[in-house]
């Protein structure tokens, strides 16, 4: 395939039967396939997945993945609503919204993070206070709920009402 195969230890457990092992061996999924082949609810709850105590889910899906969605959807999304045929517009605008906000959460998280960025919290004995150093702390999850309210709060005008209600969410 175009492009490879992650293994399915790195994504949130929660989300595994969710994930599309196109063309890989078993115990490993593709990212791409995963975000293109589901439907637009399940990559919304895909892109929101957390990651857990262990750290699993922080990197289940890459920068290049998330900007592939993005090339293929946005445009899609934009025909879509501009034509004839009576489509929803919430599924796509939350879709956007988690893509662009979960890969500035990873950017944070691979980019600007400190040389612990990549390092689990978890995995460190007794070491909670003093790994909450950098950005390590970051997760691109909460920044795909984050990205979906910022993104739905501004295409629909209630700045103030829909992150209210996402923080709820």
Same mark, same amino acid.
């Given at each position: 395939?175009?492009?490879?195969? $992650?293994?399915?230890?790195?994504?949130?457990?929660?989300?595994?039967? +969710? !994930?599309?092992? !196109?063309?890989?061996?078993?115990? $490993?999924?593709?990212?791409?396939?995963?975000? !293109?082949?589901? @439907?637009?609810?399940?990559?919304?709850?895909?892109?929101?997945? +957390?990651?857990?105590?262990? @750290?699993?889910? +922080?990197?289940?899906? @890459?920068?290049?993945?998330?900007?592939?969605? !993005?090339?293929?959807?946005?445009?899609?999304?934009? /025909?879509?609503?501009?034509?004839?045929?009576?489509?929803?517009?919430?599924?796509?605008?939350?879709?956007?919204?988690?893509?662009?906000? +979960?890969?500035?959460?990873?950017?944070?998280?691979?980019?600007?993070? $400190?040389?612990?960025?990549?390092?689990?919290?978890?995995?460190?004995?007794?070491?909670?206070?003093?790994?909450?150093?950098?950005?390590? /702390?970051?997760?691109? @999850?909460?920044?795909?709920?984050?990205? $979906?309210?910022?993104?739905?709060?501004?295409?629909?005008?209630?700045?103030?009402?829909?992150?209210?209600?996402?923080?709820?969410?």
């Amino acid at each position: 395939t175009a492009y490879g195969c $992650s293994p399915v230890s790195q994504a949130d457990p929660a989300i595994a039967d +969710r !994930l599309v092992g !196109l063309h890989c061996k078993a115990g $490993s999924y593709n990212e791409v396939a995963t975000l !293109l082949y589901n @439907g637009g609810g399940e990559v919304i709850k895909v892109l929101w997945s +957390r990651h857990n105590e262990f @750290g699993a889910g +922080r990197h289940t899906f @890459g920068a290049s993945a998330l900007l592939i969605l !993005l090339f293929v959807y946005v445009p899609l999304a934009c /025909w879509l609503a501009g034509s004839i045929v009576p489509t929803g517009l919430i599924v796509p605008v939350l879709l956007i919204g988690a893509c662009v906000g +979960r890969l500035a959460g990873l950017l944070a998280v691979v980019a600007v993070g $400190s040389p612990m960025a990549d390092n689990d919290c978890d995995a460190l004995a007794g070491a909670h206070e003093g790994c909450l150093t950098g950005w390590n /702390w970051v997760d691109p @999850g909460a920044f795909g709920i984050y990205g $979906s309210a910022a993104f739905f709060g501004g295409i629909s005008r209630l700045h103030l009402t829909v992150p209210v209600i996402f923080m709820e969410i």
